[in-house]
């Protein structure tokens, strides 16, 4: 539950001391990494050195590491991509930590507060702004964003701090880019039928932030996005009957069997025995059918 708990996006209070504290016991290779930057072990690339932290940490962390507590999934919504700490972003390319250490990093940091995706994708959309000269880095542009970045935030050069937001935004693979199309915008919740059910194909994976997560993962990670656009068709709706039988049902010679039945469409009839690896019931049949 601890976990869970430090997974979530509405986290207790003491949830909040418990990142504080990873985040201070980082390891050696790891020094030049602020701890301001470090949100949360679970979304980002940094790591803790378990044997300094307290006994009831050290079980939490183990704990999630030998669950496989991840991220993980098909496709997520935007918010949830948004509301992701940029810094060390855990599925980003590796080269994101090459952009961290720069003058105008350390500026989007403590001048502009930067620390979310959401947050690197507004300023990085500044860069479109008709009235935003971004020609060449290091450019001095007396545009009223300019201006007011310089007036407000202390920001000396708002072009260079565009232009990395933007660097950061494109190390994230398209999963997590939320400037990528997802499949959350072509998604459509399925009919309602006056018989029957339609399947809901929709993949995304929105709410709470725990639900960015899985346990019990193994092998390698899939940041691309699955392209599930349906095409037009002319398709008519097709209804099939679907049955199981089985003889000798409930003896240790039972043989089970399914079929498929559509009206004037021979090539879509099927009958087929039930795998002996599965039980021989009239009730597998009817299931496998379906």
């Given at each position: 539950?601890?976990?869970?708990?430090?997974?979530?996006?509405?986290?207790?209070?003491?949830?909040?001391?418990?990142?504080?504290?990873?985040?201070?016991?980082?390891?050696?290779?790891?020094?030049?990494?602020?701890?301001?930057?470090?949100?949360?072990?679970?979304?980002?690339?940094?790591?803790?050195?378990?044997?300094?932290?307290?006994?009831?940490?050290?079980?939490?962390?183990?704990?999630?590491?030998?669950?496989g507590?991840?991220?993980e999934?098909?496709?997520?919504?935007?918010?949830l991509?948004?509301?992701?700490?940029?810094?060390?972003?855990?599925?980003?390319?590796?080269?994101?930590?090459?952009?961290t250490?720069?003058?105008?990093?350390?500026?989007?940091?403590e001048?502009?507060?930067?620390r979310?995706?959401?947050?690197?994708?507004e300023?990085a959309?500044?860069?479109?702004?008709p009235?935003?000269?971004?020609?060449?880095?290091?450019?001095i542009?007396?545009c009223y964003?300019?201006i007011?970045?310089s007036?407000?935030?202390?920001c000396?050069?708002?072009?260079?701090?565009?232009?990395?937001?933007?660097?950061?935004?494109?190390?994230?693979?398209?999963?997590?880019?939320?400037?990528?199309?997802?499949?959350?915008?072509?998604e459509?919740?399925?009919?309602?039928?006056?018989?029957?059910?339609?399947?809901?194909?929709?993949v995304?994976?929105?709410?709470?932030?725990?639900?960015?997560?899985?346990?019990?993962?193994?092998?390698?990670?899939?940041?691309?996005?699955?392209?599930?656009?349906?095409?037009?068709?002319?398709?008519?709706?097709?209804?099939?009957?679907?049955?199981?039988?089985?003889?000798?049902?409930?003896?240790?010679?039972?043989?089970?069997?399914?079929?498929?039945y559509?009206?004037?469409e021979?090539?879509?009839?099927?009958?087929?025995?039930v795998?002996?690896?599965l039980?021989?019931?009239?009730?597998?049949?009817?299931?496998?059918?379906?």
């Amino acid at each position: 539950m601890w976990v869970k708990s430090l997974l979530s996006s509405e986290q207790p209070t003491w949830t909040l001391f418990v990142h504080d504290i990873i985040a201070q016991t980082g390891l050696s290779t790891e020094r030049n990494i602020s701890p301001e930057v470090k949100q949360n072990i679970f979304l980002q690339s940094f790591g803790t050195k378990k044997s300094s932290l307290p006994r009831d940490l050290q079980r939490m962390y183990v704990i999630a590491k030998e669950t496989g507590v991840r991220v993980e999934g098909i496709a997520f919504s935007r918010e949830l991509i948004r509301n992701r700490p940029i810094w060390y972003h855990s599925e980003a390319d590796p080269r994101i930590r090459l952009l961290t250490k720069s003058a105008a990093s350390i500026c989007l940091r403590e001048n502009h507060n930067l620390r979310l995706v959401s947050e690197a994708e507004e300023i990085a959309d500044l860069l479109d702004d008709p009235n935003h000269n971004n020609s060449r880095r290091g450019e001095i542009c007396q545009c009223y964003i300019c201006i007011a970045m310089s007036d407000n935030l202390g920001c000396e050069k708002p072009n260079e701090c565009m232009l990395r937001a933007k660097e950061l935004l494109d190390t994230l693979p398209p999963k997590w880019d939320p400037r990528f199309m997802l499949p959350k915008d072509y998604e459509e919740a399925p009919k309602i039928l006056e018989e029957g059910y339609k399947f809901d194909r929709r993949v995304t994976t929105t709410g709470d932030q725990a639900n960015l997560f899985r346990i019990f993962t193994e092998g390698g990670v899939c940041n691309d996005l699955p392209d599930l656009r349906i095409g037009p068709s002319n398709t008519a709706i097709i209804t099939a009957v679907t049955d199981g039988s089985c003889i000798d049902n409930g003896t240790a010679n039972a043989q089970a069997g399914t079929g498929i039945y559509v009206e004037g469409e021979e090539t879509l009839k099927i009958a087929l025995r039930v795998p002996a690896t599965l039980p021989q019931t009239n009730q597998v049949g009817e299931a496998v059918a379906t």
